[in-house]
């Protein structure tokens, strides 16, 4: 599964909105599925560059903010999944191969989010808006 956030700080729903809350730039996870939301055993992680989305910041209000958010999550998040993706094609070793190197995520206890309310995911938004710095929106090593 390919997640949009860095697990295990960022579980469950909406982890495009949550990793902006809880680490303050958007991430990605692909780890072997299990019963446990978010649980399975880790290949990779990785951390993004908060893209600048000036242009959406004319768009930014309640009336616009289920569009705002259809158009974030049909762009940015399959876009960190597809970054993801190609990271994992990418390597030099076989995808058979990651997945029986896949280790635990930590022990530290985390509880899945849910998914966020519209008022809350607008806030978060005009924050990540008017306060993303311009920069390339490229792959951090962890």
Do not use: T
């Amino acid at each position: 599964h390919i997640h949009p956030g860095v697990v295990p700080q960022v579980r469950g729903s909406d982890g495009l909105y949550w990793s902006l809350v809880a680490r303050g730039q958007p991430g990605a996870s692909c780890f072997v599925m299990s019963p446990g939301i978010d649980e399975g055993e880790l290949l990779s992680r990785a951390d993004f560059y908060n893209p600048d989305l000036f242009m959406l910041k004319s768009y930014c209000s309640a009336e616009n903010e289920a569009l705002l958010y259809d158009v974030l999550m049909h762009s940015i998040d399959p876009h960190l999944r597809g970054q993801m993706l190609v990271s994992l094609l990418d390597s030099s070793r076989s995808l058979q191969e990651q997945i029986s190197s896949a280790r635990p995520q930590s022990e530290a206890p985390s509880f899945p989010y849910l998914a966020m309310a519209p008022a809350l995911r607008l806030a978060v938004l005009k924050r990540w808006l008017y306060c993303a710095k311009a920069s390339p929106y490229q792959k951090l090593a962890i």
